[in-house]
């Protein structure tokens, strides 16, 4: 009597032959995984990542309005603004939202490169586009609820009013804001070798660029070669268009402003997406 199971019992034990892909298309299962891993990790210690920059967005605002007196309104468009209510949604967007994403996202595969756990991102069943998805998920996610935080909190500032004039203005640029400095984060955690080069990019980049955006004036008032400098600065676009949201009135035109976020944006993706598939220091 032979000893070896029948035929009909091996091919139901084995699933798929050897080399066929059991994931064909999109691994929702493990891109929904490694996005979950992403948002419990800044989750984890929720004072750092969420509250930390909350209340440092809101001393911003209660610096520049009571402990230096600003009170002159800001002539914008044409139509002058209370100070209060001009840097409200630049500090919602750029201190509030653009900063969180940045920090998470150019944490992660940094993080891994450093600790050695660099072969979680890598060798699970994922692709590129799959794991950069899960990356910006993550960063965004807490880009939002950073800012949402934010909003909530001057709703009830004295004196200030954030009620949204053009609602899906603010949500399209606050997801081009968000986006954008969630891409450079991962480029950046993609070329930094140890924490002290994310620092870098984070003082001598994004800090410049953010606090000479137009956050607190209106770059109508500058010298012609700081206009021309700010209109070079993606982030002017960025918190340009979110005010626009809230006030109805912006520096630039709002749609101008949106293919130019648009368009480093899908730069922006294309370059980290290139790096990830290459394993550009990444992969020994």
């Known amino acids: 009597m032979s000893s070896h199971p029948p035929s009909g019992e091996i091919q139901s034990a084995v699933r798929n032959a050897p080399g066929v892909p059991v994931i064909k298309d999109v691994n929702w299962g493990g891109l929904r995984t490694l996005y979950i891993k992403e948002v419990r990790r800044f989750f984890k210690v929720h004072l750092q990542t969420i509250w930390a920059p909350a209340i440092t967005t809101l001393l911003f605002l209660i610096v520049f309005t009571i402990a230096t007196g600003a009170k002159r309104p800001v002539h914008v468009g044409g139509i002058d603004i209370p100070f209060a209510d001009f840097i409200a949604p630049g500090l919602i967007i750029s ?29 699970p069943p994922l692709s590129t586009l799959e794991v950069l998805a899960a990356l910006l998920g993550g960063a965004m996610t807490r880009a939002f609820l950073v800012g949402f935080v934010v909003w909530l909190a001057m709703l009830l500032y004295p004196g200030v009013h954030v009620t949204p004039s053009h609602p899906v203005a603010v949500v399209w640029f ?88 648009l368009g480093v944006d899908v730069v922006l993706f294309v370059l980290c997406y290139q790096l990830l598939a290459r394993g550009w220091r990444l992969k020994s």
Do not use: C, E
């Not at 201190?95 to 060798?123: C, E, H, R, W």
């Not at 109508?220 to 209109?231: E, M």
């Not at 949201?245 to 912006?250: D, E, S, Y």
């Open 95 to 123: 201190q509030g939202m653009m900063g969180p994403a940045f920090a998470n996202a150019s944490f992660s595969l940094l993080a891994g490169k450093i600790q050695g756990t660099i072969v979680d991102y890598l060798m």
């Open 174 to 261: 606050g997801f081009l804001g968000a986006l954008f400095l969630s891409l450079l984060g991962v480029l950046t955690s993609i070329w930094a070798q140890k924490f002290d080069h994310a620092a870098a990019v984070t003082n001598f980049v994004v800090a410049p660029l953010s606090l000479l955006s137009g956050t607190f004036y209106s770059v109508d008032r500058l010298a012609p070669a700081f206009r021309a400098f700010s209109h070079a600065n993606p982030f002017f676009y960025i918190i340009s268009g979110f005010r626009y949201g809230f006030l109805g009135t912006a520096d630039s035109p709002v749609l101008v402003g949106s293919i130019v976020v």
